[in-house]
């Protein structure tokens, strides 16, 4: 293979990885913090794109629609914890799955009644709007570039917040032992509405980022979802480290699959994960 | 042991001849809506043999259905219907060995990963279908003429007849039920429900849980496998959205929402979910939205399903 | 004397750097019981559980009825004769009394793959399992669920279970965990009916009730054996009462 496409699909597959990692790392928090499994997660990563969709049209401006954006993703996953979500905590996971379902024929419907099923368009930010070229006839677009830098800069921000705050130390204490955290003083239910809303955000801010290269089309969610608990199965459930190394592989090897075996290309993915859940049930970085 | 109480069998009784009575003053399109919700039961039903009484939640049971179905349409000539003895024999078996091979592949993993690996095979077989030319690719395949059985040139009935396919339908959920009380109370069925309460004890009685495990995930493709023959000769056109996760989530939804473990739990179910879409799909192009908030509240105000309404108690 | 019906020699069980279990030798008859005893962490729980199959040793040999064992399978373990209870209840706690024993009793039939054939009409088993409650006392609660038996009942369930697969050997672990004093005397009495067709390993903290019960004495200490004889010699020994008698009991 040339170098030069090489190189192209290298960063295409780890861009799309790391955009897979910002939906996962929420789904893994959510789900290894407070054992709840939320299949309507895809759902917010559509969300997202609807919202920059909608926010770039009132006013026009990329940036500012991302910050409005991120806004009321944490105000949305703020209320759906508090309605419904908070109600599962004890519950058996299968309810959890089929209330969750639930959510996503709401969700879907919504949208439709919101926007319509048409496909929609968001552009790519002024300034941003061009490639670098690599070769004559190749180039790379730059806002790609962008959204793997922003990716990384989250990834690290969140490394940050769980390892190095008093709020990510209550965060890893919670996933181990909830009682103990709640006998300590600490509002656990707060705190579980903190998470919750943190994680509807990654992936609403996925969405949002997203919008520009993959525009916004009814069942983008759907997609999304099976891979990010893909993500999270096979990094292991609770592990952001898990889902970062998860996600990237996955992203290139979805990338390098659809180039070099396209009759199999949809299933490579499937693949990987039954090879490395065979080997190591847990996942790479899950608790045995 | 598995004596259920008066109420229940009297209800049972009740809707089986209310089913065999119905085609008598139904009409077609209902005639024909009900068959579909059969089908759908026997289907649940296999799953919840994983779900209720083993507690292996799979999310990927739409593989030997959707298998079955092809295996259905690949024996279907052209021109005549396949020999229905055989053809069910071989859709069965298809979806049994797939069944066989991916249980000794996913029953190394347990709880959510377990629902991962199974959604993984799942997709697996559905991407393959999908990419397939000489399957259809994504628009599947047509069955031209439904199985016929002919037992030296007599033809006790005709599938292409929908009373008659009605019938034969209700025969067959009828026998898949059975099958399920059968297997449930005996020494296998007693491992099985053990299994699912504590493996580790069973495993220190003695017992070999995986291979009990493995046994009952065949049979339960297999009686899956039952369920996608009937659908696809039903409706004539088998595509790969039968192995999507779609089918296997919705199925997953009938399964819990009746009852978990239950005997008519999944029937309710399934009956209670297509129901319910052909209710609110009358109201409002926007039905999905009605289903999706009850299928919320009943989570939140029914914990057990609606076989809870009916206070059925399972006894252990 | 006949050949023991439970043999280790150097037993040995290592977690990392951690040795649970070093270097244990010791042996029971049938019509013996042999009490394994010391404080909290002292690797008595690993011993039954190298000895049950519930965990594979890292050195050493285990012998049952004659043949070795060491390293098979629990479930391998369980079908050459070895009934095993646990410290921590772990019943069926939404299956019946009769059911728990009756599924204990269903495993010693060849092959549980058997589809038709109602398993209620298994008759033997179902005598099994009802000889096994009533050897335990539990006679009278036999259709009571798992779950509404009282704390001593439950650990009576855990020996019934165990006897129901008819085994030779029984290793018990704390079966008087949590009791009173009425329902451990009940205990006791039970196991002394219970001593004379079986070879018994009994790990327990309850000294009277050990000191009442035990032919043979072990007494183990970080992992290793720290002294094992009659509990005449045991009591009578100085390192044993300083390191652990001294401390009085539970």
Sequence with gaps: MDPVIFLIQVLNGVQY?????????????????????????????????????????????????????????????????????????????????????????????????????????????????????????????????????????????????????????????????????????????????????????????????????????????????????????????????????????????????????????????????????????QGIFGRA | MDRQPRSLQVLLIAGVIALAAFPLVGEKFYIQFITKIMILAMFAMSLDLLVGYTGLVSLGHALPFGLAAYALMFVSPEAEGAGLGWSLAAAAGVAALASLVVGLLV???????????????????????????????????????????????????????????????????????????????????RVIAAIKENEHRMRMLGFATFRYKLVCFVLAGALAGLAGWLAAAHDGLVNPEMLSWHQSG?????????????????????????????????????????????IVLSVLLIPRGLAQLFEWKRRG | MAEPALRTQGLQKHFGGLAAVNDVSLECHVGQLHAVIGPNGAGKTTLINLLSGDLAPTGGRVELLGREVTGLAAHRISQLGVGRSYQRTNIFMKFTAFENCRLAAQARLPSSMRFVRPAARYREVNEAAARALALAGLGARSDTVAAELSHGERRQLEVAMTLATSPKVLLLDEPLAGMGAEESARMVGLLRTLVSGHAMLLVEHDMDAVFALADRLTVMVSGTVLASGTPEQIRANAEVQEAYLGEGDE
Aim: glycine fraction near 12%; charge should be neutral; charged fraction near 10%.
């Design chain 1, 17 to 281: 990885g790391l955009l897979l990692f910002l939906v996962a790392s929420g789904l893994t928090l959510i789900f290894g913090i407070m054992g709840i499994i939320n299949l309507a997660h895809g759902s917010f990563y559509m969300i997202g794109a609807y919202l920059a969709f909608s926010l770039v049209r009132l006013q026009g401006n990329f940036w500012i629609a991302l910050a409005l954006g991120i806004v009321v993703a944490v105000a949305i996953g703020a209320a759906l914890e508090w309605l419904v979500m908070r109600f599962l905590y004890q519950r058996d996971h299968l309810y959890q799955v089929l209330l969750t379902y639930g959510l996503i024929l709401i969700f879907e419907e919504l949208r439709s009644l919101l926007w319509g099923d048409d496909v929609h368009g968001v552009a790519v930010p002024a300034g941003l709007d061009f490639s670098i070229p690599l070769t004559e006839t190749l180039s790379y677009q730059v806002y790609r570039l962008v959204i793997s830098l922003a990716c990384l800069s989250i990834a690290a921000g969140m490394y940050w917040l769980i390892q190095r705050t008093r709020l990510g130390m209550m965060i890893r204490a919670g996933s181990v032992d909830r009682e103990m955290v709640q006998s300590l003083g600490i509002d656990i239910g707060l705190l579980y509405r903190l998470v919750f809303a943190l994680g509807v955000a990654l992936a609403a801010f996925a969405g949002m980022l997203a919008a520009p290269v993959s525009s916004v089309f009814p069942g983008m969610g759907n997609q999304v979802l099976i891979l990010s608990f893909v993500v999270v199965v096979i990094g292991g459930i609770g592990s952001v480290k898990g889902a970062l190394v998860a996600a990237l592989a996955i992203g290139l090897a979805d990338t390098f699959g659809k180039v070099l075996v396209p009759q199999i290309a949809g299933m490579v993915v499937y693949l990987l994960m039954a090879a490395i859940l065979l080997w190591r049930p």
């Design chain 2, 107 to 189: 029953l190394r993993t347990s709880g959510i990963y377990f629902i991962m690996v199974t959604l993984a095979f799942g997709q697996m077989a559905y991407y393959y279908v999908h990419d397939s030319k000489y399957l259809g690719g994504s628009d599947g395949k047509y069955i031209y003429v439904r199985p016929v059985l002919e037992i030296f040139g007599w033809k006790p009935f005709d599938l292409e007849n929908h009373t008659h396919f009605y019938y034969v339908a209700l025969a067959l959920m009828a026998f898949v039920y059975l099958t399920i009380r059968v297997l449930l109370a005996s020494p296998f069925g």
């Design chain 2, 250 to 294: 919705q199925l997953l939804m009938m399964v819990i929402l009746g009852g978990m473990g239950t005997p008519a739990g999944p029937v309710l179910g399934a009956a209670a979910l297509k129901l319910l879409e052909l209710g609110f799909q009358g109201w409002t192009k926007h039905w999905q939205l009605l289903l999706g908030g009850f």
